[in-house]
């Protein structure tokens, strides 16, 4: 199981990157996949996620992100996106992209113990 996650980088607020996230080993269509993200000295924390087929496809971002950041993912290339734009400071955090086998129950898609599988991380740098 590998989850390859990229797209991080140095960018000005209010600019905008795409992380993508590659996924290969497992079942990538039956899972929900998320997207997590750690700043120094903080607890990983939740940022969105995408249901399957099973959930009707629906999404979940954290309110921080709304409006902001959106989830996608395309089956076919087993791969989960998260576009990220008007960036700021406070978005600045390794971000990780997550995979479970479940339902898309709220208080368990939020938090990391109850994904499956986790990629290796990259780093996001908001500053001017």
């Known amino acids: 199981v590998q989850l390859q996650a990229s797209g991080g980088g140095l960018v000005q607020p209010g600019g905008s990157l795409r992380l993508s996230c590659a996924a290969s080993?497992?079942?990538?269509?039956?899972?929900?996949m998320g997207w997590f993200r750690q700043a120094p000295g903080k607890e990983r924390e939740f940022v969105a996620a995408?249901?399957?087929?099973?959930?009707?496809?629906?999404?979940y971002y954290e309110d921080s992100v709304k409006g902001r950041f959106t989830i996608s993912r395309d089956n076919a290339k087993n791969t989960v996106y998260l576009q990220m734009n008007s960036l700021r400071p406070e978005d600045t955090a390794v971000y990780y992209c997550a995979a479970r086998l479940g339902s898309l129950v709220l208080s368990a898609i939020r938090t990391p113990v109850h994904y499956d599988y986790w990629g290796q991380g990259t780093l996001v740098t908001v500053s001017s």
């Open positions: 080993g497992f079942t990538f269509s039956s899972y929900v």
């Open positions: 995408f249901g399957t087929g099973r959930n009707g496809f629906r999404t």
